[in-house]
């Protein structure tokens, strides 16, 4: 771990006067920080320091639905229904990362991408972005989860998708934030006309 005692090192209105490694592995790093704070008091400041991007994808196939992966999430101890996620080397194109996520959760591959969104996930504690896409034009292919995930998948209408959303059943900030994100733009015809029609289908398809 580390220590360091920078000379008036400013971050906004924060003063810090020393800074901390507390832990690190291959995916986080938590770092104290040391401050002066914006009224001058001194005060701690602790980070959680992501070392690759979130990378999320919302995949519709031609049929209108959207494949979702299942999964127990070990820090809140629950089921959890999301998009596929997971992280991307900051050091390389986002969406190779989000090709190779694609692939390896579900066995799609896409033809056709597009940039949904990018988002800071929890910024009062976490420098964690996340870059987002929307994919179609999919070819079925063999998923290759890592030997750690213990994967469900399931399909469903991109409508039903929303309801989860909207009803509280999905919980996953990623998928939220794709999902209406889509919804929207594709309601502002800011979504490539192959797939908006199936995000703006309203009918009740199960």
Known sequence: MTSTKPQN??????????TDEIFSNPWIS???HDVLQPDGSPGTYGVVRFQNLAI??????SDGYVTLVGQHRFPS???SWELPEGGGNKDLPPLEAAKRELAEETGW???????LTKFDVSNSVTDEQAICYLAWDLEPGPAAPEPSEDLTIQRVPFKTLLNMVLGGEISDSLTIVMTLTAYIKA??????????PHILDVSERK
Do not use: M
């Open 187 to 196: 309601l502002r015809g800011e979504v490539p006309a192959p797939i908006s």
């Open 9 to 18: 090192k400013k971050i906004g209105p924060w003063e810090i006067t020393s």
């Open 30 to 32: 938590l770092v104290r």
């Open 77 to 79: 101890d629950k089921y």
């Open 109 to 115: 591959r896409a033809n056709s991408w597009l940039e």
């Open 56 to 61: 999320g994808v919302l995949p519709i196939d």
